[in-house]
């Protein structure tokens, strides 16, 4: 087991962070985008450490095509791992069902095992109920004491039978200790039951898969995404001056997820946010400070961010990377109102999905008023920030009779792919044009 | 007899835990769904018994441990909080205590102030504070032994924090560098000097002595000057430092040997004068500063004050019984020239752009200095403020200056402090430099003369 030495090329990060550090006297809240940027090279050969977990709901309701296109997708996801992972395949009903192997480990991927993995596949039969909470359960269990990256990849195609309160009390179990991508296929599954799984388990978004024969390449591009991941367990660490309060920490590109709450403070002063894995991939974080308001002219480092890489067995936490957000008070009104526009851009994002979720709920409630209103916002943020497809697929949900205002009309009919598809994705963002450059090697910019 | 569970609606057979009927879809009352435990066959939650041994609640509770802190991996200096920034900035509001004031006075620091002819930056505060820390009693920023009294530059000015990259640890606050923001702190009398909002650096300077206690004559008289660099000439930053080093020191050594304080002041502003002079290139290119001192017998309490240009010294006193506020000093300016001549009202006369433009100065190109000297006895309480103009623009008359900050003699450095916050929220267009020097001289340390 080779041992990552000092001279070995490590992960290289870089933080960028956009802001308008200018406050008004008085004030106390701080905003500020951090881009985290991971080059890191895709590690092949004795260094691929990684971890992939499949699993396939096999519930009764996947009886026919669907159980067949989850077979060939699970087919094709362990025919793109590559050699030396270790894997296993997992049939979800009423309990985790181990299908390869059958004892509840992870193997090596080789031809030998990719055979009988395909084998074993082969032989899955829907039947059963739906227990997410019990599947992730399973997965983080066959995690247990793995090295690299974790990854699941949960199929599923129908709600979620288990309680709200055991179910979230699983994921709050769970939540950071593995990277889950879900998959819903057809229309009887339930958005917020991938959304939760997604957040918890720092997935790339929960996806909508309508037609059953397009699994295949979804797995394919999944597990392939998956096998780029070569840092595992990367924490944002946010240092905060004290008596300073975090308001809030999202990602907010490639998809908004909501951080806050995940926060462990592992040294003093600064709260760990657990991000997942990367490989070479960019994602953006909308960070939220409150602090106390200084001096005129006083500068002010808000918040510190480092990116770090925990070190396991009392090892010294690597930093890779790290940025300031910075808070200077200043009586100059020109300066301080002046709203940076990639934090404006963001925060009209995350607006832009909670619109869109609340809008839908209240259209399934019966609430039309409310249902106009939020979907009708979401329309005109959309269409304020370019938002092509997310306008695209709202135009299916809502006729548009002024998208500058989201004056809009609910349709009375609409396929529910489309309602799903919206939902789904709402919380997808578009990012801004990209950086000025370059940025320091120390990430300020 | 393991129980068998049916959906009240369809009857179909669920099992123990199912929020929802598979079959028909319907929420399943509690009394169904509730996950009892059967008798064999199943653990919790429905995982089979012989699947729960590997990867049931045993393993998911060694799950749910991680990215939990490591036990011993980081300590939470809880109720140990001292008052942050934001208190600092209220305190200049409400003259509330802060780090420093809230510390006792030990002896050696005593000996440093007895020896400053320098301002001290806060570091020297912080490595004071070290000494003060009662034996046993752990700080939660206690620092570690055997750096002695040396100022620590990694050490926050602000809080007793620790600066990482220029940025305090604590606080988070930016340091100052250099003369940004600079504090000196005796056991009587106290100062500090910002670069203020508008300036790229801070030309102004002072310095505060003590006569020591064993010395001839005076001991415990303070002798204090601020200066404030001609911003129009070359290295005016230079000029107001070696100006306000060169006067107090001068001041406290006459004072020292027996000189009258009207004498010494007169012999310190020709020396000073003469090194400010003597750092110059050529009189075409002399750094130049203006020059206010203050002597305040320890004994007597009589105020000597001596000046060349437009920094002040006011009386401050609003305790019943003491002398009403008062403008010890007359600025060698243009607008006070035509004041003095009756040509303009002091109003007409301060709007004018020549309102600041000096008529003396101490610098190479000054030629013959004409100091004021001027001597007072006050009846206090009641403290000496000097200040550079970048203070007194904002607090020209005396009552104005008086008022700003109540009661300026009972913690000179809290009231020097408040000066400064004031003059940085009036707009802080100009470096700020205020010495406070209370009536009567108390010689046991801020804190000992009861408020």
């Known amino acids: 087991m080779p041992h990552p030495s000092e001279s070995a090329p490590g992960p290289a990060f870089r933080v960028e962070i956009d802001q308008n550090p200018h406050l008004p006297l008085g004030a106390r809240e701080v905003h500020a985008v951090v881009g985290v940027t991971s080059e890191t090279p895709v590690a092949a050969g004795d260094a691929v450490r990684a971890n992939q977990v499949v699993v396939v709901d096999t519930s009764g309701s996947m009886y026919g095509q669907k159980i067949n296109a989850a077979k060939r997708a699970a087919r094709a996801a362990v025919e793109t791992l590559r050699d030396g992972v270790r894997f ?96 819903g296929v057809g229309t009887d599954w339930r958005v917020e039951d ?180 939020r979907l009708g916002r979401a329309v005109a943020l959309a269409h304020e920030s370019g938002d092509e497809e997310t306008t695209r697929l709202l135009s299916r949900v809502v006729d548009v009779v002024d998208a500058g205002t989201g004056t809009v009309r609910l349709r009375s009919q609409v396929d529910k792919v489309d309602e799903m598809t919206l939902d789904t994705n709402s919380t997808r963002t578009v990012r801004t044009r990209a950086r000025r450059e370059p940025p320091g090697p120390d990430g300020t910019p | 007899m393991t129980k068998v569970r049916t959906c009240p609606g369809c009857a179909d057979r669920v099992n123990a835990g199912d929020a929802f009927c598979e079959g028909c879809g319907r929420t399943l009352p509690d009394e169904v769904r509730r996950a009892t435990p059967e008798p064999e066959g199943l653990g919790r939650n429905g995982i089979p018994l012989g699947a729960s041994r590997e990867d049931g609640d045993t393993t998911l509770s060694s799950v749910t441990a991680r990215g939990r802190p490591e036990e ?89 924090g620790r600066v990482t990259d220029g940025y305090c640890d604590d606080c988070g606050y930016l340091q100052p560098t250099g003369r940004d923001h600079v504090v000196v702190r005796t056991v009587s009398a106290s100062g500090v000097s910002d670069i203020g909002l508008r300036h790229r650096r801070n030309e102004d300077a002072m310095a505060v002595r003590l006569v020591p206690d064993g010395a001839g004559y005076g001991a415990g008289t303070v002798c204090a000057v601020v200066c404030d660099g001609v911003s129009s000439s070359p290295r005016s930053d230079e000029a ?169 003699d009972a913690d000179p450095l809290a009231a020097a402090r408040d000066y400064v916050g004031l003059a940085l929220r009036a707009g802080g267009k100009d470096n700020i430099t205020v010495v406070v020097v209370p009536v009567p001289v108390s010689r046991g340390g801020p804190r000992a003369a009861p408020v």
């Open chain 1, 88 to 183: 296993a395949v997992v049939a979800g009903h009423r309990e985790a069902q181990m299908i390869y192997p059958s004892r509840p480990a992870l193997v090596e991927v080789d031809d030998r095992t990719r055979a009988e993995a395909y084998e074993a596949i082969g032989r899955l039969r829907a039947d059963g109920g739906t227990r997410m909470g019990a599947w992730l359960k399973r997965a983080a269990s066959l995690f247990e004491g793995a090295d690299g990256p974790r990854h699941t990849i949960l199929l599923t195609d129908g709600q979620n039978n288990e309680s709200r309160a055991e179910f979230t009390e699983t994921l709050e179990s769970l939540a950071g200790t593995f990277v889950c991508d879900c998959r």
């Open chain 1, 194 to 373: 991938l959304r939760l799984i997604d957040e918890a388990l720092l997935g790339g978004g929960p996806g909508l898969i309508a037609d059953p024969d397009d699994l295949v390449e979804d797995f394919r591009a999944m597990a392939r995404t998956s096998m780029g991941k070569s840092v595992a367990d990367v924490a944002l660490r946010l240092w905060t001056p004290q008596n300073a309060v975090v308001r809030y920490v999202k990602q907010v590109a490639p998809t908004v997820q909501e951080l806050t709450a995940r926060a462990v403070e592992r040294v003093p002063q600064a709260g760990d946010y657990p991000t997942g894995s990367w490989g070479a991939e960019s994602r953006d974080y909308h960070v939220c400070v409150e602090v106390p308001p200084g001096d005129p002219g006083r500068q002010m480092r808000a918040g510190w961010v480092r990116v770090v890489l925990p070190g396991g067995d009392g090892a010294e936490d690597r930093v890779l990377a790290s940025g300031n957000i910075l808070a200077e008070w200043t009586a100059d009104e020109e300066r301080s109102t002046g709203i940076d526009p990639r934090v404006a851009h963001y925060t009209g994002q995350a607006e832009l999905a909670e619109a869109i979720q609340e809008g839908l709920a209240a259209r399934r409630d019966g609430d039309e008023d409310t249902a106009t209103t």
């Open chain 2, 72 to 160: 011993g991996d980081w300590t939470t200096p809880s109720g140990a909080r001292w008052d942050r920034p934001s208190d600092h900035g209220e305190h200049v509001h409400t003259g509330g205590t802060s780090l420093t004031d809230s510390l006792a006075v030990d002896s050696e620091w005593d000996q440093i102030d007895a020896l400053a002819t320098q301002p001290v930056r806060r570091d020297a505060v912080n490595s004071a504070e070290r000494t003060v820390q009662p034996a046993g009693a752990v700080s939660p920023w206690a620092r570690p032994s055997g750096e002695g009294a040396d100022p620590d530059p990694q050490a926050c000015a602000w809080c007793p």
């Open chain 2, 240 to 408: 107001s430092r070696i100006t306000a080093e060169t006067g107090a020191a001068v001041l406290a050594e006459r004072v020292a040997e027996g000189d009258d304080p009207r004498k010494a002041t007169g012999e310190a502003m020709t020396r000073a004068a003469e090194a400010v002079a003597a750092i110059a290139d050529s009189p075409s290119s002399a750094p130049a500063c203006t020059f206010v001192s203050a002597v305040v017998d320890a004994g007597t309490g009589s105020v000597t004050v001596g000046w060349v240009g437009d920094s002040r010294a006011y009386w401050v006193s609003d305790t019943e019984g003491a002398d009403a506020p008062a403008l010890l000093t007359r600025d060698d300016s243009w607008a006070e020239a035509m004041v003095q001549a009756g040509a303009l009202t002091r109003e007409e006369a301060m709007r004018s752009t020549h309102a600041h433009a000096l008529i003396a100065w101490m610098g190479a190109d000054s030629g013959e200095i004409d100091a004021h000297v001027s001597t007072v006895t006050p009846t206090g309480p009641g403290a000496v403020v000097l200040c550079s103009d970048g203070l007194w623009n904002y607090y020209a008359e005396p009552g104005e200056m008086a008022g700003a900050v109540p009661r300026a």
